[in-house]
Every structure is written in C-alpha cells, then in structure tokens.
C-alpha cells in the first residue's frame, strides 16, 4: 500500500487549465485521505487540497478555492487535481499525497508522498 505515481502538469498561460493525477497502489485511497501539497520556489510546503477516505469529502486551501477540484476514482486508484484559472502564483512543485488528517493541513502527518510534479504558469 501506498506507492504514489503522478503525472500530468507542465506549462500554461495564466488562465488556463492543467490537471494532475496520483495514481496509487492497493486500496490505498480508502485507507488514507489523499492531500495535495505544493512547494514554490524559496517556500515551504503549502497545503492545497485534500479528498478524504470516504471518497465523499473535499477541502481546499483559501488560495485553490473556486479554481481547483480534486477528485478521486477508487475503480483507478486515482486522485486527480483539476486546476483552472492558473495564476503564476500557482507555479509550484506538486506533491500527492495519502495519510494525513483530513481537517489538518499538516504535511507531516502524510506517510507516502508521490514524487513531484512541476507545474508552471507564464504571465
């Protein structure tokens, strides 16, 4: 359980679109809360979003809300991370996820992490 693979990401336009999909072995997401993280440039990590374990549930940063969705598909073992209305704000190295507190953004309660996903967003 746990080994997360990501693809997806690259480059766009500010305003437009990328998706981002984690895909993980076993029944992983139904054992974990599968979160999203996101590391910039000279920051720390910043939370992003998180779909919980009962597949049901969704929460998201104040600075993702209303322009990134995360879904997930148990039949794929998959969590995906719509991203739309990309600002350059959004370029980032992009990290799934599983474990976690699904009301906590504290990436040091995640156990298995994927391996990072560059996404960058031109002006």
């Known amino acids: 359980q746990g080994q997360l693979v990501q693809s997806g990401g690259g480059l766009a336009q500010a305003g437009g679109s990328l998706r981002l999909s984690c895909t993980a072995s076993?029944?992983?997401?139904?054992?974990?809360?599968m979160g999203w993280f996101r590391r910039a440039p000279g920051k720390e990590n910043e939370f992003v979003a998180v779909?919980?374990?009962?597949?049901?549930?969704?929460r998201y940063a104040d600075s993702v809300r209303g322009r990134f969705t995360v879904s997930g598909d148990n039949a794929k073992n998959t969590v995906t991370l719509q991203m739309d209305s990309l600002t350059p704000e959004d370029t980032a190295v992009y990290y799934c996820?599983?474990?976690?507190?699904?009301?906590?953004?504290?990436?040091?309660?995640?156990?298995?992490w994927g391996q990072g996903t560059q996404v960058t967003v031109s002006s």
């Open positions: 996820a599983a474990g976690g507190n699904f009301d906590a953004n504290d990436a040091s309660t995640y156990v298995h």
């Open positions: 779909f919980g374990r009962s597949g049901t549930r969704a």
């Open positions: 076993g029944r992983t997401l139904s054992i974990y809360n």
